[in-house]
């Protein structure tokens, strides 16, 4: 039996079961599942993690991306549980031109150019988080009946989101790579943000009205950096 992790998430309606190079076997279980049950439903599927877990064997003894500067073979959005693996195909165009099949990306042109092939991955990111980050953040201000006017992507280079006094809130695309719960975190700071644009007491006791554990969630954003690769840093 692989080594794992569980997760326990109160946005999970089903059981599931994430394999990742750089997480190795995450459970994420619905609160209303008991994580003794876990053994016995990997053993069901061990089979399906066996081959799963071979594809990763080289990738694991990889340095991070986030220390590389060199093109990127697989992109973890791990905030909507995504994994791309990428292929390069050089010709002689001087240009690059990206296309998504499925959970792969083809990469085709001037590939061996590191910096053209970071602005490309980032385009692609900004469209990947203009896609998934304002539907969710919708649903989330819905829940608490706080009402933003607009929502816009941004690559920023040092700030998660941000709001405005006109009631936009700014969204990193970098956002994608972060755990769910971190990105449920910054939507509701940014949203209580809507009542009170300051860090004053009065924020903190509504964020916590509305997320009990946003101190300590707080301090983890802070140390979030790591999750983000190289590429998609804006230097």
């Known amino acids: 039996m692989p080594a794992y992790r569980v997760r326990v998430s109160s946005r999970a309606r089903h059981v599931r079961i994430q394999v990742s190079a750089e997480e190795g076997v995450i459970v994420v279980l619905p609160q209303t599942v008991d994580p003794a049950s876990v053994p016995a439903l990997l053993w069901k599927k061990k089979a399906w993690l066996d081959r799963t877990l071979s ?3 080289g990738l694991q003894h990889q340095p991070p991306l986030a220390t590389q500067e060199t093109s990127p073979t697989l992109i973890c959005l791990r905030a ?3 994994q791309f693996y990428i292929t390069y195909h050089k010709d002689a165009n001087p240009s690059l031109h990206i296309h998504t099949l499925g959970n792969r990306l083809l990469l085709r042109g001037h590939v061996t150019h590191y910096f ?39 690559g920023q280079r040092t ?38 644009f300051n860090h004053s007491p009065r ?19 802070r140390r979030a950096g790591h999750y983000v690769p190289a590429w998609a840093e804006r230097r």
């Open 159 to 196: 700030r998660w989101a941000s709001c405005s006094q006109r009631q936009t809130i700014s969204l990193n695309h970098k956002l994608l790579f972060l755990p769910p719960h971190l990105v449920r975190y910054v939507f509701l700071h940014e949203l209580v943000h809507l009542v009170h």
């Open 80 to 82: 909507i549980n995504q």
């Open 116 to 154: 053209l092939v970071k602005q490309t991955l980032q385009r692609w990111l900004t469209e990947q988080a203009h896609l998934h980050l304002p539907p969710w953040l919708e649903t989330v201000s819905k829940e608490i009946s706080l009402k933003h006017f607009k929502t816009i992507i941004r």
């Open 203 to 221: 924020f903190w006791t509504l964020l916590t009205h509305f997320e009990s554990n946003c101190r300590s969630l707080d301090q983890e954003l």
């Open 55 to 57: 594809q990763f064997e």
